[in-house]
């Protein structure tokens, strides 16, 4: 053992231990098997869930899906990164379950987005009465 391996191995056994940070997962947000079959086909694994609780998801965290906006700034929030699954649909697509090839038809692609709640002071829910 040379002195330099020596000293590294001595001042790794003396280093204070520290937490384990757990490793950034993959979640793909999905009920629909084509479209989990065109993320695995783009190469990503990850935990494939049909319905998101954002409270699980943690800073690093990478969300694949088409959620809606008040669940993408929760994951956003989180510290963790939001990939809208985008499709050009046409009408009479819409609706109906698609194959990865009619995905990939549609142009599917993965979108980066960042989404943040605001507070804006904008007008308040209409309860369908009108002042006079």
Known sequence: MTTESFREELLMSQ??????????????????????????????????????????????????????LHLVAAVCARGAHYLHLSLDLTPELRGKELSAEQLRACGARLEAYTVRACDDGGPAPSTGEREA
Do not use: F, K, N, Y
């Open 15 to 68: 280093a204070p231990s520290l937490p384990a940070t757990p490793a950034p997962v993959t979640w793909m947000v999905t009920r629909h098997p084509g479209a989990l079959e065109w993320l695995q086909a783009q190469g990503l694994q990850g935990r494939c869930v049909p319905h998101l609780d954002p409270q699980l998801v943690g800073p690093g965290d990478r969300v694949i899906g088409t959620l809606p």
